[in-house]
């Protein structure tokens, strides 16, 4: 990178992560081209490392265009396993397939799926949509077109297709929810209500990362775990 002109910094809390300034455009650098790094905010990269997906995992990203995350969470299977990453459009998932292909991983493929529907023979662990309200700092023009009706319709969503994924995960598999927003109904609203209905999920840690303290996007991310005795 530092060949090509672009200044690089590191980043102290996690390993393999770069700060990196002083580009025009991404695609002209050539390691990008290469797939030698691959671009997203810190607290997106939060998600694999609280996933902490071990060899041989099976793991199944919704909702996960344009795919940093779960390039990512294939990266750190080292060439095992496997993570499905779906999204709704076949326009995103050519997004997951153009971003697949450059990183050159062989353990990701991504598919045409509608999380709110269920597909019988999956398990792994899922994502989830979210409304973009953590990013406010990036994308400012979201405050004018957000609204309180359109909030309702994505926690009502959120809670459909946390009740469809939940089914994919195997006794003793994980069950990670997250989302790029600050707003508790998307959040721990939506948690606390999945809890209350599925027993079977324990919560084993969360956080809510804030753009003034943490020094990333506004990012939500919940990890539970399906008791192991459910044979």
């Not at 050519?94 to 269920?118: F, M, P």
């Amino acid at each position: 990178l530092e060949t090509e002109g672009v200044i690089v910094e590191p980043e102290t809390q996690m390993k393999d992560v770069f700060y990196i300034s002083g580009y025009d455009y991404l695609e002209k650098l050539q390691t990008f081209r290469n797939g030698e790094f691959y671009v997203q905010d810190i607290s997106s990269m939060q998600v694999a490392e609280w996933a902490d997906p071990k060899a041989g995992d099976v793991i199944i990203d919704v909702c996960a265009a344009p795919g940093g995350k779960s390039i990512h969470l294939a990266e750190k299977l080292d060439g095992t396993g496997m993570v499905e990453a779906r999204d709704l459009t076949e326009y995103k998932v050519e997004l997951l397939q153009e971003n697949i292909e450059r990183s050159g991983l062989t353990n990701i493929c991504a598919r045409v799926q509608d999380a709110t529907v269920k597909d019988p023979e999956s398990v792994g662990n899922a994502d989830i949509p979210c409304s973009g309200l953590g990013i406010l700092g990036r994308k400012p023009d979201l405050r004018y077109k957000m609204t309180p009706k359109m909030q309702e319709e994505l926690v009502k969503l959120q809670r459909e297709i946390l009740k469809v994924v939940c089914e994919y995960v195997k006794p003793g598999g994980k069950l990670l929810y997250s989302t790029c927003t600050i707003n508790p109904y998307e959040n721990q609203r939506v948690i606390a209500d999945f809890l209350k209905k599925n027993t079977s999920f324990k919560k084993e840690e969360a956080i809510q990362l804030l753009p003034n303290v943490n020094g990333s996007d506004g990012f939500f991310i919940c990890v539970m775990k399906k008791d192991d005795s459910l044979v």
